[in-house]
């Protein structure tokens, strides 16, 4: 062990008329343990947050988009088999979108009302495994043809909202109305609950429903024509690229828009979020080095005479300096070691405590009326834990800088000039 490092850590046991130092030694290691904590498990809710939500989006919405310009899409199965052909496509599948209102005992709500495919949804939605309660069967009745009512795919917040339940009868008042001498009339159609679904986002558990494609085509006076087709790649950071290649393949009055488009504004908004909160966080880190600073500056006021009669021996500027820099990272790799272990441990299990404060506290932490998903995600990624690791301890290196350079700087004939 070199004598600097066997000096620094000496230092560090503080005697008993210095437990001032040491107290705030002590401070110093909770204020970085603090900061990095805080820094880990927030940038690791940020992170699952925004994994969770793409999951969500994309598990409901097309990977890509194609759409025919000016006018809803015909001829969209022909469309959708050269879609399903260019390389790196998992499946396509056409699809209608309105808007209307649903009308119920329970009272009247505007909604989404989506077309789908019952045959091919399940090549581009996880709409068929969110289903909890009926079946995606009961949207095969033709709308106006054999007996009972089409049926109809309802969200659980909407079913709950409306007070309906599988079975029940809902009413779909369509905004587009038709032209008679007194003047439009909305139309209307009776539908029939085939099944709840739950997508774990309140936004669409509220406000989304399907139906059949056909009986959508007839509500909605579409005749043999969808609003465009969907599509799922396999690799979704390659949107724009198969996008591209899909343009190429159809070669005609179409466009395409991939999910970075249709939600560049709330990813965008996350990532600025994200580094705004890392920002601030690191502020944490930067007091705690501030405490560092203080705790060596009064260090090398109390270890005036060691520091003379150590250069009176022989040793040089230098080894003063690593010295007091030994004890400065000692206190930063300590705090950083700390706070790793605690901010990994408590965002690996972040679900869990959450849940314990629920129970405790007898409050929902995260009502999904507010944000857009129902549980508290949380995911570790090492590199960003890794590069939190080395901004505390670089950070903390920088503060020993200036304590270490005025040690060295120290005349050994003031400090023995008394004694």
């Known amino acids: 062990m070199s004598y600097e490092l066997f000096i620094g850590l000496r230092y560090l046991k503080a005697k008993r008329k210095q437990t001032f130092i040491s107290v705030i030694t002590f401070i110093s290691i909770a204020g970085i343990t603090v900061g990095v904590t805080a ?61 209307a209102m649903i009308s119920a005992p329970g009272g009247v709500v505007g909604a989404v009302i989506r077309g789908l495919e019952p045959e091919t949804i399940g090549e581009v939605a996880v709409l068929p495994d969110k289903v909890k309660e009926g079946s995606m069967e009961g949207l095969r009745p033709a709308l106006g043809e054999g007996p009972g009512s089409p049926g109809i795919l309802i969200g659980r917040e909407l079913a709950r909202n409306l007070g309906v339940s599988v079975g029940d009868d809902i009413s779909v ?43 959508a085509q007839s509500f909605f006076r579409m005749g043999d024509a969808v609003s465009g087709v969907e599509v799922k790649i396999r690799d979704i950071y390659k949107a724009e690229e198969i ?22 504004n709330l990813f965008s908004a996350l990532k600025l979020e994200k580094a705004a909160m890392f920002i601030i966080l690191t502020l944490i880190i930067l007091v705690a080095a501030m405490n560092i600073i203080s705790t060596l500056i009064m260090v090398v006021m ?69 944000y857009y998903i129902d549980t508290f995600p949380s995911k570790v990624e090492p590199l960003v834990v890794a590069a939190i690791v080395a901004i505390s301890i670089g950070i903390s290196f920088l503060a020993t800088l200036y304590p270490s350079w005025q040690a060295s700087r120290f005349d050994p004939v003031e400090g023995l000039r008394y004694e």
């Open 243 to 264: 996008a591209d290649l899909i343009m190429m393949e159809l070669r005609g009055p179409y466009w395409t828009r991939t999910w970075m488009e249709m939600n560049r």
């Open 39 to 99: 820094l880990i498990i927030v940038l690791s809710v940020m992170t699952g947050f925004e994994e969770d939500l793409r999951e969500k989006i994309l598990g409901i919405n097309a990977n890509v988009v194609v759409t025919e310009l000016g006018s809803p899409m015909e001829g969209y199965a022909e469309v959708a088999e050269k879609v399903r052909g260019v390389g790196g496509v998992v499946g396509a599948t056409p699809f209608t979108y309105n808007q």
């Open 302 to 370: 109390e270890k005036g005479k060691d520091i003379a009669i150590l250069k009176s021996l022989g040793a040089t500027s230098g080894g003063i300096m690593r010295i007091f820099m030994v004890e400065g990272i000692i206190i930063g790799v300590t705090g950083t070691a700390i706070g790793t272990a605690l901010g990994v441990a408590a965002a690996l299990n972040l679900e869990k405590l959450i849940q314990f404060v629920e129970r405790v506290f007898q409050f929902q932490v995260l009502p999904p009326s507010v």
């Open 173 to 215: 008042i369509s905004p587009m109305g038709t032209m008679t001498p007194a003047g439009p009339v909305p139309r209307m159609a009776s539908f029939r609950v085939a099944g709840v679904f739950e997508l774990g986002m309140y936004e669409y558990d509220s406000s989304l429903a399907f139906i059949s494609i056909e009986n």
